[in-house]
């Protein structure tokens, strides 16, 4: 499972939650470093911020689909996003969690994907 936050703090919380759930998570702060490490292994899921550092993030989920269209995309946003903002066909696994969200939410966003 592919992480994208550029905040120390979630990163933390979200690698420690998804790996208490039986998950693998790699954490990424860019999306420069996330194309790198989705480039380089398989991920069947991938945590999305929609505000990174280097770009956005619904931009990025749009780079991670076109390498791997079976993707569950998972975006995240303190703004109100919905998934027809999502730059990706209709065919795309995309679900969008409004920030702050309960852990339990992520793990619902999160039930096609088994863990590791």
């Known amino acids: ?7 120390p ?4 919380l979200l690698g420690r939650f998804l790996t208490a759930k039986g998950f693998s998570p ?8 996330a194309v790198a490490a ?3 292994q398989r991920f069947a899921a991938a945590v999305v ?4 550092p280097d770009g956005s993030g619904l931009d990025l989920a749009a780079v991670l689909f076109r390498i791997r269209p079976d993707v569950r995309l ?13 730059p990706v066909d209709s065919t795309a696994d995309v679900v969008v969690l ?3 969200f309960l852990p339990v939410r992520l793990v619902e966003a999160l039930s ?3 863990p590791e």
């Open 26 to 33: 790699k954490v990424c702060g860019t999306c420069a470093e």
């Open 49 to 52: 911020d929609v505000s990174l």
């Open 38 to 40: 989705f480039q380089s």
């Open 74 to 86: 998972v975006v995240c946003s303190g703004l109100p996003v919905s998934v027809e903002e999502v």
């Open 98 to 100: 409004q920030k702050p």
């Open 1 to 7: 499972m592919l992480v994208v936050e550029d905040e």
């Open 112 to 114: 096609p994907v088994r």
């Open 9 to 12: 703090a979630l990163q933390s």
